[in-house]
């Protein structure tokens, strides 16, 4: 590990909602700087300004204050290297002073081409099968020339001079050794002509300027690190460590896609996966702790990360597997944790006040993977569905409408008399009432079941139901049961 101390950053474009992607780009950045007790910077990457987006800063900084992953710099806390806004930095002058400076050493220049112009060759290209790339018309305008474009106010932009031979290497800590070929590379640009800087330009400038030891980041731009690293070479500068990770996939062809649906951290929240298990997930998507463990908490992934251990290979999201880990966090939580954080789905489902909330944890909670899941499982308690007597037709239970309708006959006056709503309570009261009557408790139990519910699976059995949802209401409903098994 580099002796330098260890400054990583995430860099993120305000343009949104947080890709899971993004958070694991973070998550290792963040990793790498806790691993060795350096210094985790949020920067904020603006320039894009068509694709800004209202309330998408203040939606970073709440992901990461809610995954944990604390910056010690960044735009809402300062620091020694700021501004950490690209905006306010330009503003500064920042990037145009080095965009200068490269133009003065001859690595870099003025292009005056319109887009016009750039739209038409770009088609001559494909036409003729070529690469794509700038024809370098303006590379050798006199300084007559571009003094009189200036002059007349002709916009430009400013453009890196590629050299014409030659290779351009660089070691990723993923991919290793890799090197592209000069001639290949087009001639990138660095400054718009809204004097707004490229992100291929102003990541290198403030990556440089704010120390940043290890750049993180996806291995779409392994491409362009050649020519990152021909400006760092330009300027003399020190280049980082290089961390590419691979692309996160819904499957072997598709990148993990807001169109496909569920792509941002906000998704996954707002169907109840807990934020600590989709941090755990998402670190293992492309890096593996060497042995089967599969359940961290923040504290232990910092502990365990290790840059060598990151694959290359594209990482499938795997959401059967997020549902099953997130399980997992569900099955440590006390019941009343559970129900803390079951509430809000909870009430999507229960509009009603008089109903034992504590009895629906109990039945929810082994059978929970997303807190969303309890909505659906709960469609019956505010008013009960249509349904058939052919409902209470279970081989299983060796129910049918005719026992079934002799069990609710039996059960509703017992339990008319009975004032112990308490859910073991009733449980036992049933078991009472078949010993007394003669019929299997599987039939008693099933056609409660069934007539509290109208439904063949529910979380929690008859007499959970019935507490549940109280006296008064269970009565009403197998009065209902009996007409219908009567009909």
Request: net charge negative; hydrophobic share 35%; glycine share 6%.
């Amino acid at each position: 590990m580099n002796e330098k101390r260890v400054r990583t950053r995430f860099a993120p474009s305000p343009t949104g909602y947080m890709h899971v992607g993004n958070l694991r780009t973070a998550l290792y950045a963040w990793l790498i700087a806790r691993k060795y007790n350096g210094t985790f910077v949020l920067r904020i990457e603006d320039t894009d300004q068509e694709r800004k987006v209202e309330g998408a800063v203040d939606l970073i900084y709440r992901t990461l204050a809610e995954t944990g992953l604390t910056h010690d710099e960044g735009p809402d806390i300062g620091g020694d290297f700021g501004p950490y806004v690209q905006s306010e930095r330009m503003a500064a002058g920042i990037y145009m002073k080095y965009a200068e400076e490269l133009i003065e050493k001859g690595f870099a220049y003025r292009c005056f081409c319109t887009k016009e112009r750039l739209d038409e060759l770009h088609k001559e290209c494909e036409e003729h099968h070529l690469q794509t790339k700038y024809d370098r018309k303006c590379l050798n305008l006199t300084k007559e020339e571009i003094q009189k474009n200036l002059d007349a106010g002709v916009p430009y932009v400013i453009r890196q001079k590629m050299p014409d031979t030659g290779v351009t290497g660089f070691h990723d800590e993923v991919y290793g050794d890799i090197e592209v070929e000069n001639s290949t590379m087009d001639d990138l640009i660095l400054i718009k002509s809204d004097g707004y800087p490229t992100y291929n330009f102003a990541n290198v400038i403030d990556d440089h300027l704010m120390g940043i030891t290890h750049v993180v980041r996806g291995s779409e731009y392994l491409i362009s690190t050649p020519k990152y690293n021909l400006l760092y070479d330009a300027f003399g500068w020190e280049k980082p460590v290089y961390v590419h990770v691979s692309p996160v996939m819904r499957d072997a062809q598709r990148k993990l896609s807001k169109r496909d649906g569920d792509a941002s951290y906000a998704d996954f929240i707002n169907k109840g996966c807990l934020k600590e298990a989709l941090l755990n997930y998402i670190a293992l998507l492309g890096w593996n702790p060497g042995d089967d463990r599969e359940k961290f908490t923040l504290s232990e992934l910092v502990e365990a990360f290790d840059i060598s251990r990151i694959n290359k290979s594209p990482a499938i999201f795997d959401e059967a597997k997020l549902r099953w880990l997130n399980s997992e966090y569900i099955r440590e939580m006390s019941q009343e944790e559970f129900l803390k954080n079951a509430m809000p789905f909870i009430k999507k489902a229960v509009k009603r006040e008089d109903v034992n909330f504590d009895v629906i944890a109990a039945g929810l909670h082994k059978r929970t993977e997303y807190f969303s899941d309890v909505i659906p499982q709960l469609d019956f308690v505010d008013e009960l569905p249509e349904y058939t007597k052919e409902l209470y037709i279970s081989k299983k239970m060796k129910t049918d409408p005719e026992n079934s309708l002799q069990a609710l006959k039996v059960l509703k006056p017992e339990l008319e008399a009975f004032d112990e709503w308490e859910h073991e309570k009733l449980y036992y009261k049933v078991l009472d009432i078949a010993e007394k009557s003669g019929i299997n408790k599987k039939v008693l139990l099933w056609s409660l079941r069934v007539a509290l519910s109208g439904k063949e699976l529910t979380p929690g059995g008859g007499t959970d139901i019935a507490a549940i949802i109280g006296k008064a209401e269970s009565l009403k409903r197998l009065e209902k049961g009996i007409e219908i098994l009567s009909a």
